[in-house]
């Protein structure tokens, strides 16, 4: 969900505008995506990296996360949304640990919708953390084995990775997961998302062909 504090900045506004702007947008987004078809979608929404920033905007974030919680994916959880959390848990606030287990405990019937929220996540640092629990577990690795140790091993693998504001990156996301992934870079920034974007992704998609390494 990259382009935030871009479209703050466009606009003269705190960067916190625009992350709060980006809450609309995942809502819009999710709306969008049941509409379209869309069984799953997983969103970074704060990176391992994302502690750097400056403390007022890690602070407004980690406002704005349970806020989130409360107005957006609870609407959400009533139009059919399970919504489950990947990612470090230890630092964030108690109050927001709470509230990502309840939300999971209370979406976990909805079958709609599956959402997927990135947070504290690395995914060089959920690899580090699979390898080391299957070590500790002492089994003989191999792939199905070591996705067992991921976050979310009933995650499905992502079909396409949208990347918005314009940057040509990962960023550290879903590294395991996004082997065979198609890359839909778009210019418009994640305040700016919505159907019309989704669905233009979506159809340069469904002209691809995937051969996932063979011919
Ligand atoms: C990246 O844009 C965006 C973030 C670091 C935060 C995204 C979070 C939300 C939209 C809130 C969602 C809330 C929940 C509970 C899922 P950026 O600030 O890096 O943009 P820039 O590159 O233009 O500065």
């Known amino acids: 969900m990259d382009g935030n504090g871009r479209w703050a900045r ?4 705190p960067v916190a505008a625009g992350h709060r702007a980006g809450t609309k947008a995942l809502r819009r987004t999710v709306e969008a995506a049941i509409d379209l078809g869309v069984e799953s979608l997983a969103v970074y929404a704060f990176s391992t990296e994302n502690w750097l920033r400056p403390p007022e905007e890690i602070d407004a974030l980690m406002e704005l996360f349970p806020e ?4 957006e994916l609870r609407d959400l959880a009533s139009q ?16 927001l640990q709470r509230k990502m287990i309840e ?5 976990a019937e909805k079958t709609r919708f599956q959402l997927w929220i990135a947070f504290d996540y690395g995914g ?4 580090v953390e699979a390898a080391r629990r299957a070590a500790a577990a002492g ?3 191999d792939e199905p084995t070591f996705r067992s140790f991921l976050y979310a091993p009933e995650m499905p693998d992502p079909d396409l990775v949208i990347r ?26 994640w305040p700016d998302f919505g159907e019309e974007q989704l669905r ?16």
């Open 139 to 141: 089994v003989e690795l």
């Open 200 to 215: 233009s992704a979506l159809d340069d998609y469904a002209s691809r062909r995937r051969r996932f390494g063979g011919r």
């Open 80 to 95: 059919g949304v399970r919504t489950r959390f990947i990612g470090r848990r230890d630092r964030a606030s108690a109050e």
């Open 10 to 13: 466009r606009r003269g506004l």
């Open 103 to 107: 939300l999971e405990e209370e979406t």
């Open 164 to 189: 918005t504001s314009g940057e040509l990156r990962i960023s550290n996301f879903l590294l395991w997961q996004s082997a065979y992934a198609e890359l839909a870079f778009v210019d418009t920034l």
């Open 124 to 127: 060089r640092g959920e690899i």
């Open 68 to 71: 989130t919680i409360d107005r």
